[in-house]
């Protein structure tokens, strides 16, 4: 039994990066999580009772609670997995993957700023921290289903 599975890297890397890409078709990807949390919660707690009696036709607030669960510990994970990358790693995920895509730091600035200029030092930064990110998620996931 070894101590590490080994895994295709390329095939993790594009996974990530897949992931974070706001692709509407894409069954499980971090736009759609996200959008459906937040639409999760901010909806209102209306009932439709017609009784007159406050909260005979159950607890609206938490049936929204317990269908958000699953939205919310997908989003908690997620947040885990970023932590558990190297403070470079989670810079460029931050700037280039987890901010919406007309926000996003732009290459040359984010390179600058992390001092990764020339040679493709870039590339191999973003390339590490996808992994980084695949890495950590692979050991998160199953805590959080």
Same mark, same amino acid.
């Given at each position: 039994?070894?101590?590490?599975?080994?895994?295709?890297?390329?095939?993790?890397?594009?996974?990530?990066?897949?992931?974070?890409?706001?692709?509407?078709?894409?069954?499980?990807?971090?736009?759609?999580?996200?959008?459906?949390?937040?639409?999760?919660?901010?909806?209102?707690?209306?009932?439709?009772?017609?009784? $007159?009696?406050?909260?005979?036709?159950?607890?609206?607030?938490?049936?929204?609670?317990?269908?958000?669960?699953?939205?919310?510990? +997908?989003?908690?994970?997620?947040?885990?997995?970023?932590?558990?990358?190297?403070?470079?790693?989670?810079?460029?995920?931050?700037?280039?993957?987890?901010?919406?895509?007309?926000?996003?730091?732009?290459?040359?600035?984010?390179?600058?700023?992390? $001092?990764?200029?020339?040679?493709?030092?870039?590339?191999? +930064?973003?390339?590490?921290?996808?992994?980084?990110?695949?890495?950590?998620?692979?050991?998160?996931?199953?805590?959080?289903?």
């Amino acid at each position: 039994m070894e101590l590490f599975e080994v895994y295709d890297g390329k095939a993790s890397v594009q996974a990530v990066r897949d992931f974070f890409m706001d692709d509407p078709y894409h069954p499980r990807n971090y736009w759609r999580i996200k959008r459906r949390y937040e639409a999760m919660f901010g909806l209102g707690g209306h009932s439709g009772d017609v009784t $007159g009696v406050r909260g005979s036709r159950g607890n609206h607030t938490e049936d929204k609670l317990i269908d958000g669960n699953v939205y919310e510990r +997908a989003l908690i994970a997620i947040g885990r997995g970023l932590l558990g990358c190297t403070h470079q790693s989670q810079a460029i995920l931050n700037a280039r993957y987890f901010s919406p895509e007309d926000e996003r730091e732009k290459v040359w600035h984010l390179s600058s700023r992390l $001092g990764l200029t020339g040679g493709g030092r870039y590339q191999r +930064a973003d390339y590490q921290a996808c992994y980084e990110f695949a890495d950590a998620m692979d050991v998160i996931v199953p805590r959080y289903q």
